[in-house]
């Protein structure tokens, strides 16, 4: 474990966390602060090439999902909703004093996002989502099964990281990744409780936010990979068309996973929608 990421019991949970504030004690400014929030079966680890980038501007807040990295694993009978998620963040929040936050999720961390702006909006400054569908496709519902009945099934016959590892190229641009971040990404997910997966992947698959998007006021960057497979092209439009303070940026040339391989670009592009809101 990194040294400076905190394990703290909050509520039911021992959550894992890092709070990075390196900016100037002298400055006058109040800091804001990014909330960065990992995807489907994932931790924060995978948001690491974003907090430099970012470390100057904003404090910087991370923190792994009940059930991922080295928060706490819950029951093999647990199931999953995007609301429960939401309040472990907002959990958190309170616990370090943490009034509003600008919002980066990734993939599904997005979704969860997008379900704390319906219910929550006070807390956050600005959503950006990277890679973010407001419904999974169905092709996807399909491909990941790896041939067998369900998803579940495909997690028991092959466990969850080589089921990561032949499905890789749908969450991952491979063709720009190098061997070892794709080694590192089947590695860490890997690592996830089969029971975990399942019930993320049954909430997953049965949320949908199109109905409620026109209700999400706060301020959106729709960010992602102009060929991603699964937050496509035609459903990003679509998704900035019902949302009233929505921009829409896709990165040429990309699939899916400009989190980790266009972080650059990902931070350019969000610093300036930020910068353009005050």
Not at 161 to 166: L, T, V
């Amino acid at each position: 474990m990194n040294p400076t990421f905190r394990i703290e019991s909050i509520k039911d949970l021992y959550v894992h966390f890092d709070l990075c504030d390196y900016l100037p004690p002298w400055q006058d400014q109040p800091s804001q602060t990014c909330f960065l929030y990992h995807g489907y079966a994932r931790h924060m680890a995978f948001w690491q090439p974003w907090v430099p980038l970012l470390a100057n501007d904003y404090k910087v807040l991370r923190m792994d999902q009940r059930g991922c990295g080295q928060t706490t694993i819950p029951p093999k009978d647990y199931e999953y909703t995007f609301q429960a998620l939401v309040q472990d963040a907002i959990d958190l929040l309170d616990h370090l004093n943490i009034d509003r936050v600008h919002w980066v999720g990734e993939s599904s961390g997005g979704i969860v996002g997008l379900a704390m702006a319906l219910t929550h909006p006070d807390r956050l400054l600005s959503l950006t989502l990277c890679d973010t569908p407001f419904k999974r496709p169905s092709h996807i519902d399909s491909t990941y099964t790896l041939g067998e009945v369900d998803r579940a099934t495909a997690f028991a016959k092959y466990g969850v990281g080589e089921w990561c590892r032949q499905t890789l190229s749908y969450r991952l641009d491979t063709n720009k990744a190098s061997h070892e971040l794709c080694e590192w990404y089947i590695a860490q997910m890997g690592a996830v409780p089969v029971h975990v997966a399942n019930s993320l992947e049954k909430m997953i698959g049965s949320g949908d936010l199109w109905p409620h998007l026109p209700n999400i006021k706060i301020p959106t960057l729709i960010l992602g990979g102009q060929d991603s497979p699964i937050a496509q092209a035609p459903q990003m439009k679509a998704m900035q068309a019902q949302m009233p303070s929505a921009k829409l940026v896709a990165l040429e040339g990309y699939r899916h996973g400009v989190n980790l391989l266009a972080p650059q670009r990902c931070v350019t592009e969000m610093k300036q929608f930020i910068s353009n809101l005050k």
